[in-house]
């Protein structure tokens, strides 16, 4: 594998190599500006499919700690537990009907009193106290896999894109289209709405160039682009030379 990508991967981001051939970058830089899988993506009869098909009969392994969910309307949330969160994630409990693809989740018990043998579930107090109560949902959280492992199951992760084979292989690599980047923001703003928050909108260009050149400008360039649309005066209140 080439050696720029990370040697492990959340599920989110295999699933977004094997749909939209993206590819991976470590977790941390992964979180500043996520990417999700929408619901047309993720179907049983395409690649996650085969990737379940593949972790289900053992082709592949996956590795996990332990996570709950206590409300529907809440993420999954790691439990801490006194062994290692690599423990291999059971070959049964792969169906595709309980993967989480955009939080790396995997339900395999409907209450957490039905933990796996593998947890020891009275390690730590947390741990404890979440047994005694009304027993949330427990999911096999969060999951990874060894990206060498992954492109050994799935070959075609090592073919390059028809246009990546077909661009010189020497030369200055792409420049970032601010212009490109403006035009976008304008119809966004104007069709949904400007994020709130000079905050909000700079998660929203670092996600639109991660999508479209798999990296992002420093989080200090997109401020200084984007500044000057919050401290508008207009915006500010603030009068033209105050």
Known sequence: MPSDLPDRISLLQAALWLVKGRKPVSE???????????????????????????????????????????????????????????????????????????????????????????????????MSYVLRTVGPAAYWFPIMLHTDDLAATFPRLHERPEEEQSAPKRGRPREINWDQFYVDLIVHADLDGLPSSQAECEQWAANWFMERLNKSPAVSTIREKIAPIYNHRRRTGKKAGK
């Open 28 to 126: 941390e830089h992964f979180q500043l500006a996520k990417v999700n899988l929408t619901d047309a993506e993720t179907l049983p009869d395409g690649p996650l499919g085969e990737l379940v098909v593949a972790l289900h009969e053992n082709r592949l392994q996956a590795y996990a700690g332990l996570g709950a969910r206590t409300d529907a309307n809440r993420p999954v949330e790691r439990l801490p537990q006194r062994r290692s969160e690599d423990i291999p994630v059971r070959r049964r409990d792969w169906m595709f009907e309980r993967v989480v693809w955009n939080e790396s989740a995997l339900l395999f018990a409907p209450r957490l009193l039905q933990v796996p043998p593998e947890f020891d579930p009275l390690a730590h107090p947390q």
